[in-house]
T-cell receptor, first 113, second 112 residues
């Protein structure tokens, strides 16, 4: 079992650009959540996808959007990048029905210059 | 979800037990206590969770006070690989439907 995988590992973008991050959940999982972790802080919840729909959303602007595909993989899109969007972006997967834990991927380090 | 308070940092000698405290005085009856840890440059890792009874698994033990206002995560024989930030999270419900609300956590450093 490969666990949760994320791509790319690192990314450098310029202010104003758009970025897409990708996540493949652990085998058997149907729910994907995205978190943003700024340097020195705990992860902050962005949104959660289940059955290809956004089910919950944290306090993030509409520049942050996502998608879940029929195979449960997910994308996080960020438009009009700001310097403050520089962070580690973490994807977590779980099985909505019965599992009580979320499995996190290694994250994508985004740097906005 | 109830707010949690943890010490910013703690040290522990290798081979000794590491006891990490967490206060959650506003916890409600249907909120669970979860512990995750994050080793440097990795994603958080689930450790253990509990409602009101003490819990133990292969990684750690979780002791929850009778009034449920605080808890302690115990790593019985800490190793250098246990050096990480440990997050105590209180969350409604047992399932994974709700998001995790992370605080600042406790930086545990295991010393040789």
């Amino acid at each position: 079992d490969a666990g949760v995988t994320q791509s790319p590992t690192h990314l450098i973008k310029t202010r104003g650009q758009q970025v897409t991050l990708r996540c493949s959940p652990k085998s058997g999982h149907d729910t994907v959540s995205w978190y943003q972790q700024a340097l020195g802080q705990g992860p902050q919840f962005i949104f959660q996808y289940y059955e290809e729909e956004e089910r919950q959303r944290g306090n993030f602007p509409d520049r942050f959007s996502g998608h879940q595909f029929p195979n449960y993989s997910s994308e996080l899109n960020v438009n009009a990048l700001l310097l403050g969007d520089s962070a580690l972006y973490l994807c977590a997967s779980s099985y909505l029905g019965t599992s009580y834990e979320q499995y996190f991927g290694p994250g994508t380090r985004l740097t906005v210059t | 979800d109830a707010k949690t308070t943890q010490p910013t940092s703690m040290d522990c000698a290798e081979g000794r037990a590491a006891n990490l405290p967490c206060n959650h005085s506003t916890i409600s009856g249907n909120e669970y206590v979860y512990w995750y840890r994050q080793i440097h440059s990795q994603g958080p890792q689930y450790i253990i969770h509990g409602l009101k009874n003490n819990e133990t698994n292969e990684m750690a033990s979780l002791i929850i006070t009778e009034d449920r206002k605080s808890s302690t995560l115990i790593l019985p024989h800490a190793t250098l690989r246990d050096t990480a930030v440990y997050y105590c999270i209180v969350r409604y419900g047992r399932g994974s439907a709700r998001q995790l609300t992370f605080g600042s956590g406790t930086q545990l450093t295991v010393l040789p």
